[in-house]
């Protein structure tokens, strides 16, 4: 797999963390999946003050978050979890938006979508410049969450549209947040998903993160909120105490977590054997 890194394109974990970490995903599944057990996993990491918030639509594309801009419809489940426990209301974009001094909102594109670049384009970037203008939090960051390519024996309609060849829907992915989303130099941080999930498929774990071929699991779930506390807080990992309920986290796996997640804070667009 190429590296398709050039310079300045890291963005993973250049956040100057303060001890808090309030966060708003613009998303859809994939966005609940990886936010899942954030909380726990910060928490224990020693994060002091957490906050996380997401707008959640089904298959939620960028174009369908931007028809929402600047309409009052209540559109999305709004989760929220500020004890380590999610609540849900309805909300529109610019309540959800507005609901706290979110220290980064995130974005992404629905998964079907993720390597294609004509989904980006114009949309990309009016929802992009929305979203900096709706912040309230003027030095407030603006995240790219880069999703993964769906399991080898997934069914979903759209894998044809990559050959249904996961390493292929993986390079795509990358070559469209190359192109897209960090050529544009509108986003502070990546969370390279994509990546740490995949370098974790090449450990002995296997391709066993998806609960259906396209969302994630458990351990899916747990594996990519470690992308996230790395992405956002630059925290180095160690391992964490929580364990998810029911998942059996042995040494090696936890180290095969934590190595996968720092080989994709250090290569984001890029595989590590």
Not at 41 to 50: F, L, N, P
Not at 65 to 81: F, I, P, R, T, W
Not at 217 to 226: D, E, P, R, S, Y
């Amino acid at each position: 797999m190429s590296d398709f890194r050039h310079d300045n394109t890291n963005l993973t974990g250049k956040r100057r963390f303060d001890g808090t970490l309030k966060v708003l995903a613009v998303g859809n599944s994939f966005s609940v999946n990886t936010m899942q057990y954030l909380y726990q996993i910060a928490e224990a990491a020693g994060v002091r003050q957490i906050v996380l918030g997401d707008l959640y639509i089904g298959g939620c594309s960028i174009r369908r978050h931007l028809d929402n801009v600047g309409s009052s419809e209540q559109a999305y489940e709004y989760y929220k979890n500020t004890a380590g426990t999610w609540t849900m209301r309805p909300a529109s974009l610019a309540e959800g938006v507005a609901d706290e001094d979110w220290d980064v909102i995130t974005l992404q594109q629905c998964s079907p979508d993720s390597g294609l670049p004509e989904t980006y384009g114009a949309d990309f970037l009016s929802m992009t410049e929305h979203l900096r203008r709706m912040r309230t939090k003027k030095d407030g960051l603006l995240a790219w969450h880069m999703t993964w390519a769906f399991a080898r024996n997934a069914d979903h309609p759209a894998f044809g549209r990559y050959g249904c060849d996961q390493m292929r829907m993986y390079a795509a992915i990358c070559e469209a947040v190359r192109d897209q989303v960090l050529s544009s130099g509108l986003y502070d941080i990546l969370i390279p998903c994509g990546t740490s999930l995949q370098n974790l498929r090449g450990t002995f774990v296997g391709d066993t993160l998806n609960a259906d071929g396209y969302h994630l699991n458990t351990l899916g779930c747990f594996a990519a909120g470690h992308m996230w506390l790395r992405a956002l807080t630059g925290l180095p990992l160690a391992g964490t105490p929580f364990r998810p309920e029911g998942l059996d986290v042995s040494p090696a796996l936890s180290q095969a977590i934590v190595r996968s997640v720092e080989d994709a804070a250090a290569s984001p667009l890029a595989v590590t054997a």
